[in-house]
């Protein structure tokens, strides 16, 4: 089982910034993905960005070009700069690592959480 931890959330003034890390450790197989979702009480898990193995990120269009990922797969770290932040963007934002078992079955493995906090 893997164990994801994240940290770095806070309160936020809109316009600022936010950096935001996860490492995952435990009984790692076949990493190939990791990445963060939001989620807002009563609505769903919203994907916010992934960085992958092979040097790709991708971003879902409400961050893209404020909020930047990088992976460190060495180390298997993952952050997410977030930056003109907004008062929408005030959510729990979850860490996400996926990969493959020895058995060819994809496997995806969830943070607790951590709360960002936009506030004038």
């Known amino acids: 089982q893997v164990q994801l931890v994240e940290s770095g959330g806070g309160l936020v003034r809109p316009g600022g910034s936010l950096r935001l890390s996860c490492v995952a450790s435990?009984?790692?197989?076949?990493?190939?993905?990791m990445g963060w979702y939001r989620q807002v009480v009563g609505r769903q898990r919203e994907f916010i960005a992934t960085s992958t193995n092979r040097d790709t990120t991708d971003y879902s269009d409400s961050v893209k070009g404020r909020f930047t990922i990088s992976g460190d797969f060495v180390n298997k770290t993952v952050y997410l700069q977030l930056k003109s932040l907004k008062l929408e963007d005030t959510a729990v934002y979850y860490c996400?690592?996926?990969?493959?078992?020895?058995?060819?079955?994809?496997?995806?493995?969830w943070g607790q959480g951590t709360q960002v906090t936009g506030s004038s």
């Open positions: 435990g009984k790692i197989v076949g990493l190939y993905a």
């Open positions: 996400s690592a996926e990969g493959r078992g020895t058995n060819g079955r994809p496997w995806q493995d």
